[in-house]
């Protein structure tokens, strides 16, 4: 069975940082791409910061500079650093990954952002 446990969110100052994880299980996940999007209310899911199994990695725009995705296989996890935290990167962020036949999403952890 494949889970993805986020951890790591909370509210923040504008500014400040965060670093959220994300255990996987069920997964190889050595030659697993992970994702991490966020949704934030009344707005469509959106990915955020993507990581292939060989460590190439792509970004939104609006994080570019600020976050920074990445991966310990040892550990089955893999992360997201957020610097400079904006009151717009309030969301729900989700743990992302696929396999040839279906989606996997975590269960999101809450980020706010607020002074």
């Known amino acids: 069975q494949v889970q993805l446990v986020e951890s790591g969110g909370g509210l923040v100052q504008p500014g400040g940082s965060l670093r959220l994880s994300c255990a996987a299980s069920?997964?190889?996940?050595?030659?697993?791409?992970m994702g991490w999007y966020r949704q934030a209310p009344g707005k469509e899911r959106e990915l955020v910061a993507g990581?292939?199994?060989?460590?190439?990695?792509n970004y939104a725009e609006s994080v570019k500079g600020r976050f920074t995705i990445s991966r310990d296989n040892a550990k089955n996890t893999a992360y997201l650093q957020m610097n400079s935290l904006k009151p717009e990167d309030t969301a729900v962020y989700y743990c992302?990954?696929?396999?040839?036949?279906?989606?996997?999403w975590g269960q999101g952890t809450q980020v706010t952002v607020s002074s």
């Open positions: 992302y990954t696929r396999s040839r036949w279906t989606d996997y």
């Open positions: 990581i292939t199994n060989s460590g190439s990695t």
């Open positions: 069920g997964i190889i996940f050595s030659i697993n791409s």
